[in-house]
């Protein structure tokens, strides 16, 4: 399909603004729930782990993977709402997205006797794949209850905020969203300090996820009149429910891909390897997340571009998203390289270390994915999900299987060295996917191929470092981090980019400030 530019004309410009507007609001909305997140998995995380000891840790890391499994048994129809009301953003037919709701609808009442039989059997099955001692296995099969109930209820109630993402308007909550982040991780102190162990560990979510959904749906009747159900019409609901299935299959494929690895850890060398694999990743995570949501904060803006086939521009924008991408892993992964050691002994001491190669496997799995995240979201925006569910089923299968054989041979390093290589082919495979829609390949890679090296060069150095440096204290540690974070931008900014795409990044960046302070 050749190219199409958006009209320049003052009402296609005003557009631009007010996606470009929505994008940054989405980011500090997506922000405050990282920080709050931050807050929740820095102070929650520690308890947890004292609360449950190392073994039960681990195996509540299984439970929470396990999750994502039992959730896809309804087949995502709220998450396809997302997509299928973001690519018509700029329609005025405010029945159809009301018959898009209702096809979400009947969908997941179709799908649910499947979700409930999914869920009887991960609750029967679960102390046969978290193998722990046996007095555990009751526990363990009551925690998995509980999340069967969580995901089934966040499943159904999710509509409301699927809604507001797909319409652009998710910041219209944000200060609210993140409180209930907040009064998730409160439920979960309570639950480990009134001594109900796992089970009630797994109990706080079913709190958490109540309480946000209730926010998010009187927000959605507030900011949204017309919000509501209209039954779909046959031909709808057909073309709603292929779309619903291969996102299942994405979804499966990106399960496979983000959140197995330690189930298969756990299988094969025990819950207490799992939490050990866990917390040397931790810090990555925690820091990792604002950058994915800053990168999808775009997404229902990008969507809507995609909606309209303006190629020329979503050209722009994802060289834009890439190197940002690739500042933020330069100064993330530096950081992580060099002070991850110090950082898990201050947080929750020692035996939780992985070790320097495995610190360094799971920051070059965070590179690689960042990158796929990218190009995944503009895809995802096109809604070709087939494309999207047959490389993450099997780059997904790939790693996990690479990973649980080198697992067998060479502990966690090997676990992390074989979904490396598993994923290796995930950054390779979408971009052709774009390139058809007169996005330039050659244009593109003139753009980035001086960053990447950059990057690798400022993670090569970053590790050196991690043999010499370790900050005993928090105040040495939070100076030597700002220093380190500082240097690596700068470095990176001076010889990783050219002059105007360093303006770009500095303008990018400059301008979520003021937001985030307030100003909009």
């Known amino acids: 399909m050749d190219a199409k530019p958006i009209p320049e004309i003052p009402q296609a410009q005003a557009k631009e603004g007010s996606l470009t507007r929505r994008a940054k609001l989405t ?115 009551l925690a998995m209850g509980f999340m069967v109930l969580s995901v089934a209820l966040d499943r159904l109630l999710s509509l409301p905020a699927n809604v507001l993402r797909g319409m652009n308007l998710d910041y219209k909550a944000m200060g609210l969203n993140a409180v209930t982040i907040l009064l998730g991780g409160l439920f979960t102190v309570l639950a480990i300090w009134g001594g109900w162990g796992l089970p ?14 209730g926010v998010r749906f009187l927000v959605a009747r507030q900011v949204l009149p017309w919000f509501g159900v209209v039954r779909p019409s046959r031909k709808e609901l057909v073309e709603f429910a292929k779309l619903s299935a291969w996102l299942f299959f994405s979804s499966l494929g990106g399960i496979l891909l983000l959140a197995s690895d330690l189930i298969v850890v756990g299988w094969i060398l025990g819950p207490a390897a799992a939490a050990v694999y866990a917390t040397t990743g931790g810090a990555l995570r925690l820091f990792m997340a604002p950058v994915q949501d800053l ?73 690689e994915m960042i990158l796929y995240r990218v190009d995944a979201a503009i895809v995802n925006s096109m809604l070709q999900f087939r494309a999207i569910a047959s490389i993450t089923l099997t780059y997904g299968a790939l790693s ?60 090569f150095l970053s590790y050196l470092l991690c043999q010499v440096l370790r900050p005993a204290t928090w105040l040495t540690l939070l100076i030597t981090a ?9 470095l990176f900014l001076t010889f990783g980019v050219n002059r105007d795409d360093r303006k770009m990044l500095k303008k990018r960046f400059s301008t979520f400030l003021p937001m985030l302070a307030g100003k909009t």
Request: aromatic share 12%; hydrophobic share 55%.
């Open 27 to 141: 980011f500090v909305s997506s922000f405050l729930q990282q920080a709050a997140r931050f807050v929740v998995g820095f102070g929650v995380t520690p308890i947890v782990i004292r609360g449950l000891g190392v073994e039960l840790y681990g195996a509540w890391a299984m439970l929470r993977q396990s999750a994502g499994y039992i959730a896809l048994s309804d087949l995502r129809p709220m998450g396809t709402l997302k997509f299928t009301l973001a690519v018509r953003q700029h329609s005025d037919d405010l029945e159809e997205k009301k018959r898009q709701i209702g096809a979400a609808l009947i969908v997941w009442a179709f799908t649910f006797p499947l979700f409930i039989t999914v869920g009887i059997g991960a609750i029967w099955a679960a102390p046969y794949f978290i193998r722990t001692l046996p007095q555990y296995a009751w526990p363990i099969r």
């Open 200 to 213: 009630g560990v797994a109990a706080a979510s079913i709190c958490g996820v109540l309480v946000a959904s």
């Open 295 to 367: 990168l999808s904060s775009g997404t229902p803006g990008i969507s809507e571009i995609c909606g309209r086939e303006g190629w020329q521009r979503l050209e722009q924008i994802r060289t834009e998203m890439y190197l940002v991408a690739l500042s933020c892993i330069a100064v993330i992964g530096g950081g992580i390289l060099s002070l991850n050691q110090s950082f898990l002994h201050l947080w929750v001491g020692d035996g939780f270390y992985g070790g320097n190669l495995l610190n360094l496997l799971l920051v070059l799995i965070a590179f």
């Open 400 to 459: 996990l299987c690479l990973g649980g054989v080198l697992a067998w041979a060479w502990g966690l390093p090997g676990m992390a060295l074989g979904v490396f290589l598993g994923r290796l082919g995930l950054v390779f495979y979408l971009p052709p996917l774009i390139y058809r829609k007169g996005i330039s390949m050659e244009k593109h890679l003139k753009s980035i191929w001086r960053p990447t090296i950059a990057v690798f060069i400022l993670l």
């Open 482 to 490: 700002i220093f380190i974070g500082s240097a690596s931008f700068a």
